[in-house]
Structures are given as structure tokens and as C-alpha cells.
């Protein structure tokens, strides 16, 4: 069975910054339903997915194991939550580096309500600072 994912028409980093100058405000949001299949994500989730990505040669957009691997603990999490009759949302924060770049992801299980709202997990992903991989001159080691 084939996940398709809803892009909105939200501008891209690069749009963004060219027009206002400024970093993309917005977060990455990605929307699972309760069996893991991705059925939201936004333009800024995908840039900086994209990021993470950077050496994936596939064509497409792969989602990380970092984001799959969250999305599981969630589900697992909200098993034992329904189970035990407990219907609050709950959050659960990774701060993660990798491509150079330093993400805050924070992801929320929604055990949905009496209403018919179905169990959720929701990803919000932020660009937190930019780390360097290079040594500034005259920092080296010599032993």
C-alpha cells in the first residue's frame, strides 16, 4: 500500500529567505496515523528532511530512521496510554545533529477522543542553530 504525503504550497527556505531576508519561521510538521502512515507533511518538514538527507542519492524524499524510529516510540506509548485508559496527549523531545545541522524534533501522541478522533502522532521538526564540521584556523591539534 502506497503512504501518500499532502505538500502544502507553503514557499521554501530559499523563497522565503529571498523575499524576506529572514530564516522560515514555520516548523516541519508531520502528521502519522496510528499505524505509522505518513498522511501530512509540509514544504518546511520536506526541506529540512531534506537537509538530513543530504548524501542520499534516491530520488524522492526517504524519511530518516530517526523520524521513523520516533514515530514508533510514540505508537508503543500510546498502546500502553490506551491500555491503561489514560486519553491526555504526551510529548517526547529528541535534539538530534546530523548534516551539519542541529534539529529539535518534538513529537506529541494524540490518543484522540470519545468524539471518534482517531489516535495520532504528530512531528514538529526545528532548525535549532547551525553546527560547523570544519576546525576554525588555528584551532588544530598537534601532538
Avoid: K
Avoid at 519561521?25 to 502528521?31: H, Q, T
Avoid at 502519522?32 to 501530512?40: G, H, K, M, V
Avoid at 485508559?85 to 534539529?103: A, K, N, T, W, Y
Amino acid at each position: 500500500m502506497a503512504t501518500i504525503a499532502e505538500v502544502n504550497s507553503a514557499p521554501t527556505s530559499f523563497e522565503w529567505q529571498e523575499t524576506h531576508g529572514l530564516p522560515l519561521p514555520a516548523s516541519g510538521i508531520l502528521v502519522f496515523s496510528y499505524r505509522r502512515q505518513l498522511q501530512y507533511m509540509n514544504r518546511r518538514a520536506c526541506d529540512l528532511i531534506r537537509c538530513i538527507n543530504h548524501a542520499n542519492e534516491a530520488p524522492g524524499l526517504v524519511l530518516p530512521s530517526l523520524l521513523i524510529d520516533m514515530c514508533e516510540e510514540i505508537r508503543v506509548c500510546l498502546d500502553d496510554r490506551l491500555r491503561a485508559q489514560i486519553r491526555e496527549p504526551f510529548q517526547v523531545d529528541r535534539v538530534v545533529s546530523e548534516g551539519g545541522h542541529r534539529l529539535l524534533l518534538r513529537g506529541y501522541g494524540l490518543p484522540g477522543h470519545a468524539s471518534g478522533a482517531p489516535p495520532r502522532a504528530v512531528i514538529l521538526i526545528d532548525e535549532m542553530e547551525r553546527t560547523e564540521d570544519t576546525v576554525p584556523p588555528g584551532d588544530t591539534d598537534v601532538a
